[in-house]
């Protein structure tokens, strides 16, 4: 049950660069290659691995092959790593798991029994070398798809190594997978696309009255066009299903405000409580109540059941040590910080830090800070 | 230019009860009325106003009524209390205000002079009186929607006041008012919403691998259903507009999915590079890259530009007293901390604090907590 003694590391950027820093501190020798040569001697500058030498005999095969290279070539570099190491484990870290397993499948014959589908679901606003971390892994999932034809021996030991680099397992068939990714990650993502989208053009004078309800929801809009085209494309099939569901839900809140806004036209042109019908505000209300069930379900942090934690607001003048002093005298009651939000105000110097700690902890958080002489509001 | 000695407050709620939280401390004599004899008592016993007396002649009129009531009755009570006191002021809060408006000029004749049209920017996902602080509109736009009849006399009085309880007033016309918030309220809401609603009766594996990304899109799809129906429905005519245009970048979106996905059926099964389409891939990337221009327009804290603070990302383990230990480090530094947020992760016991300050001060901020044996990555 050891780790792999040799990893040939394909693709140097973000997640291939991680994967050598959070590898070599354990003994293994990380083997680094990128089709852009810069990139690899950036990730080897920075301690992810080494390049192969000249001389390095092709035969020193590693143990363990990880392509990290862009979705679009991925399934393609699988094949022929597995045709060229015919005993080296070969797995890879795409997004999306079934295109690539399917063809990897169809086109590698019994090598196939050597490739275990990846995915680590760990990612940062950056891409390149440049962003990598040896840590980037810690406590994320990693997803596995190992199918029938995979063997024992090789998922074991690509499940060693992401053990090793901190993250947590899960083992999935490529569809269920696709399908997971499509809703809580791809959905999202083209959500959060077309809602900045709208922004574009909008008078200054409405984008400046925007709070931090269209700031979360628009955050992860600022990703990689090209990478999340590569994405979006690779899983096409789940996600038209998840976004036809969604312009369905779309449509009925579409219907209710357009019977709303038919029945504004026919009276004072402005939409008032005297135009509305049941079953207009009805679905309106029931959207933003299936909203309401769905969030609920959203894991918190640790990946436990949806996070439960008590907010507790408190008052920080926005300067050096303010904070400092907040979160020391927290520590020194004694009272965990689960989470910290800071929201600032506009124009104003004074933010408002929501502490979010264990229920049980909270009034007794709230008394200490007040005998304090935080300001705790409510 | 003094405030209003005399406030009557009719909606003892959140907005209603921080109103008079806000206002008292300064010596405005703050009565509140409520249809909810209840809410009326706790919000007068929160010190958000006091009860009128039995005594109390209807004659001893105020200088400025505030309407905080329901958005669909707030129209009704304006024309109502603006004959009932006929020198104070009448203002409400309700967020859509071309429906409030127009009622007011069509039904109050010459009174409507006396109203004016106000949405403070600010709530809480809690409502009620318990929920109201003095300062929730510390730092918050306050928009004044007055019109061409508007006396001049009664906008600066409301102005005055929203001044005194911190706000930052933005005047603009009732439509450009409505304008504004589908766009950077309404429109998020409801895409919140909607990506939450796809989450009820999704497969606990797959919400298992939800990310910072599915929390932060779905935070806001946790507001009360009833509230937000009212909200959405009075404003119907731009949130429906903005929401077609949303539904159109949608279908694009879509047609480029459909088409990799019969190119998938017509091959393996999967999408894969073999089968994608300049067109396709090309549309999916231009809705993420209109979605990095969209986002760049969203203003940071304080009301500013883009917020464009430098990250720097710090290990932190999860037990009380670490985060205090590297908030006081930075301080003792002298680093503003301009916002943080904590990334745990599933399973793991250490956590990532995202700290983010002035890029300028980012390279001595990372030289210095590394000497003092902080884990900085990159």
Request: glycine share 12%.
């Amino acid at each position: 049950m050891t780790s792999p003694a040799r990893v040939l590391v394909v693709g140097a950027g973000l997640v291939g660069a991680s994967i050598g820093l959070g590898l070599r501190p354990g003994g293994t020798d990380v083997l680094l290659r990128d089709a852009s040569p810069t990139v690899a001697a950036v990730a080897a500058d920075l301690g992810a691995g080494r390049l192969p030498g000249p001389q390095e005999p092709e035969a020193d095969e590693p143990d363990l092959v990880v392509v990290a290279a862009p979705p679009d070539v991925t399934a393609d570099l699988v094949v022929e790593l597995l045709h060229r190491y015919p005993r080296a484990v070969v797995t890879d870290v795409a997004s999306t798991k079934q295109g690539v397993v399917s063809r990897v499948v169809a086109d590698a014959g019994s090598h196939a029994a050597r490739y275990v589908g990846g995915h680590p679901m760990a990612g940062r606003e950056r891409s390149g070398p440049m962003a990598a971390r040896g840590d980037l892994f810690v406590g994320r999932p990693w997803v596995l798809t190992p199918v029938a034809g995979t063997s024992v021996a090789a998922t074991a030991l690509v499940h060693r190594t992401a053990t090793r680099l901190g993250a947590v397992v899960v083992e999935l068939d490529p569809a269920s997978h696709d399908e997971a990714v499509a809703l809580v990650s791809h959905l999202p993502q083209v959500a959060a696309s077309l809602v900045a989208a709208r922004l574009v053009g909008a008078p200054g004078q409405a984008v400046a009255l925007a709070g931090q309800g269209l700031r979360d929801v628009t955050r992860i809009a600022a990703s990689d066009p090209v990478m999340w085209a590569q994405i979006l494309a690779g899983n096409a099939v789940p996600l038209a299903r998840q976004l036809r569901l969604l312009r369905a839900d779309l449509d009925r809140a579409l219907d209710a405000l357009e019977s709303l806004e038919v029945a504004a036209e026919q009276g004072s042109g402005a939409t008032g409580p005297g135009t509305w019908t049941q079953a207009s505000v009805g679905a309106l209300a029931r959207l933003v109540a299936d909203g309401n069930a769905g969030r609920a379900t959203v894991p918190g942090k640790h990946g436990d059941a949806p996070a439960v934690w008590a907010g507790v607001p408190v008052l920080v003048p926005d300067r050096p040590g303010a904070l400092a002093s907040l979160i020391g005298t927290i520590g020194e009651v004694g009272v965990n910080i689960e989470d910290l939000r800071i929201e600032h105000s506009p124009g104003r110097l004074t933010g408002v830090a929501e502490v979010s700690v264990l229920p049980a902890e909270r009034d007794r958080l709230v008394a200490e800070l007040r005998e304090r002489g935080w300001s705790v509001p409510d």
